[in-house]
């Protein structure tokens, strides 16, 4: 009664954590090279000597920004369905909230917040998604060893998601649900832009029926390496211990087992790589292949095998901007049948495209526009559906 996280949770949470590191990255790196040359400026005159004409106001330490988009748009599946797909069109609007907080002492702090809401206009079973994102995270540098971070994350989600991954016996649901998660982090330079890194990671997701409450903790180690500030190549390692909080363990042939505890042990191994084609960081890709393999604690019949992978490439070379994404995962169910009495094992494969596209009007105002196709194959008939989605809007900076 869980399998939100993997189908769903990577799925919404995949929009906001790319925001977020985005702005990131964009914050760390050019925002340090104007508080430096700023700094600089404000701390003597042309010839190096001090000058006592007029004192000069201190550089403030902190960055804030903010986004709201509106639109509308029209979505040909809301329920992911197999057999009767139900169309409607939709609004939406988004909030989103940064805050960073320059090193100019060695400790760096970054707050975020956003928020999007789609209301439905001919869906009965539901007639909203919601998804609330709020992130804070502190960095300090730790002298010539590297630096450490701890982050804190809460998650509200209310929308409809393929659970099937991870629950044969939900399927397709409309999921209500929050969480909360810590990660502290320790970055350490080994030389030659090279790094190690070291994370922890615990939370709790709470869920509405049928989905069942977990508690997630384990490691992640990671080696990446930076080739001239453009591009970067990495491999990491996750364990990840969950503990469902009333799911129960089933036999081979699905039949639940009462007094028993479930508990899945995930391992996931992920090779990544970013490339910045110019010096101006128009034009960027990404790329992630992965697999994952995940065990229950019982007769297997929830263990599976994910091979996953997916790209991504920007370009934004003015008032113009498009971006690109795919994102593949195949699922392989080593005991599961596809069909009731069938030797054949159950496998399905999820494929989500996106394309957007902005144009900037004004300094602050931006028209865009955004597509997305998901596709669910399967060699079990209910568990296969399409859908497709279309929106466009304005959005404005702040």
């Not at 954590?17 to 340090?32: M, N, P, S, T, Y």
């Not at 080994?190 to 939370?203: F, Q």
């Not at 094992?345 to 494929?351: E, S």
Request: proline residues 3%; charged residues 25%; contains cysteine.
């Amino acid at each position: 009664m869980n399998g939100a996280t993997q189908c769903s949770r990577a799925a919404s949470k995949r929009q906001a954590d790319e925001k977020f590191a985005k702005v990131q990255l964009v914050c760390r790196g050019r925002l340090r090279a104007f508080v430096w040359a700023l700094s600089l400026l404000l701390s003597g005159s042309t010839c190096g000597q001090p000058t006592n004409e007029f004192d000069l106001p201190e550089p403030q330490p902190w960055l804030l920004s903010a986004t709201a988009r509106a639109g509308a748009g029209y979505r040909d599946n809301v329920l992911l369905s197999a057999a009767r797909p139900q169309s409607s069109a939709f609004g939406l609007a988004n909030l989103e909230f940064f805050a960073y907080r320059l090193p100019i002492d060695g400790t760096e702090l970054t707050f975020f917040v956003g928020g999007e809401h789609k209301q439905f206009a001919d869906v009965r079973e539901t007639d909203k998604e919601q998804l609330l994102t709020a992130s804070a995270s502190v960095k300090r540098r730790l002298g010539n060893v590297g630096t450490g971070t701890l982050s804190v994350q809460y998650f509200y989600m209310d929308q409809v998601f393929d659970a099937s991954t991870t629950e044969f016996d939900v399927g397709v649901v409309v999921a209500r649900g929050h969480s909360l998660s810590g990660r502290p982090r320790l970055d350490i330079d080994l030389g030659s832009r090279t790094r190690l890194e070291v994370e922890g990671i615990a939370g709790y997701q709470w869920f509405e029926s049928p989905l069942d409450d977990y508690l997630e903790s384990g490691p992640r180690i990671g080696l990446s390496h930076e080739f001239n500030h453009r591009s970067q190549i990495g491999f990491s390692y996750q364990l990840i211990h969950r503990d469902y909080a009333t799911r129960t363990q089933v036999s081979t042939d699905g039949i639940p087992l009462s007094g028993t505890d479930l508990t899945y042990e995930m391992h996931r191994a992920e090779l990544a790589w970013r490339q910045n084609w110019n010096k101006q960081r128009t034009f960027r890709t990404t790329a992630k292949l992965g697999i994952e393999a995940v065990h229950d604690n019982g007769s297997g019949y929830f263990d599976y095998q994910r091979y996953f992978g997916d790209a991504s490439v920007r370009y934004e070379p003015g008032p113009w901007g498009a971006k690109a994404q795919i994102n593949l995962s195949h699922y392989e169910y080593p005991i599961q049948e596809a069909t009731i009495g069938d030797s054949e094992r159950r496998h399905k494969t999820l494929l989500t495209f996106t394309f957007a596209a902005t144009k900037r009007l004004t300094k602050r105002i931006n028209l865009f526009a955004e597509y997305e196709y998901e596709e669910s194959a399967a060699n079990t008939d209910f568990d296969e559906y399409d859908v497709n989605t279309v929106s466009a809007g304005l959005d404005a900076e702040f």
